[in-house]
């Protein structure tokens, strides 16, 4: 599985010393149950198997390592993430971890567009400020 690598490499879920802290853009949902989540150096909701948060998983935190830039609707990707040389393999083949992956993400962010386009903007003002994005090769927004 894809995402496997993900519990043990936890890159994400981390900031290194020397950098600010990472504010996780929320929803407007989100921010009504989860307040907010700010990474100091790891994450509290970072548990042993990986995220403690199940289900209620800020979609930023599920489109990683992944960026949707909302005027172009162009997808990028976090270059220092280790999962992506496979990522963008597995994008080629329809049931393959990473296309289900993108197809779901594809799919909120449609959603979000109709209903809360101030977390897309903000959550890619954040993506690009705090990490090296590299584009997605070939994927942009698939219309729903």
Request: proline share 6%; glycine share 4%.
């Amino acid at each position: 599985m894809l995402f496997d690598h993900c519990a043990q490499c936890r890159r994400c879920c981390h900031v290194d010393a020397g950098f600010p802290p990472l504010e996780i853009t929320l929803t407007a949902k989100e921010r009504g149950s989860l307040g907010s989540v700010c990474i100091q150096t790891q994450c509290e909701h970072l548990g042993v198997a990986g995220c403690t948060l199940g289900d209620t998983k800020p979609l930023s935190c599920k489109l990683y390592p992944l960026a949707f830039e909302p005027k172009t609707e162009v997808f990028y990707y976090d270059s220092e993430c280790p999962l992506m040389p496979q990522y963008q393999l597995e994008l080629q083949q329809p049931d393959s971890d990473a296309s289900t992956h993108f197809a779901a993400m594809n799919a909120e962010l449609q959603a979000l567009k109709k209903s809360d386009r101030k977390f897309l903007t903000a959550n890619y003002r954040v993506d690009s400020d705090y990490f090296d994005l590299l584009p997605l090769q070939t994927k942009t927004m698939l219309k729903g």
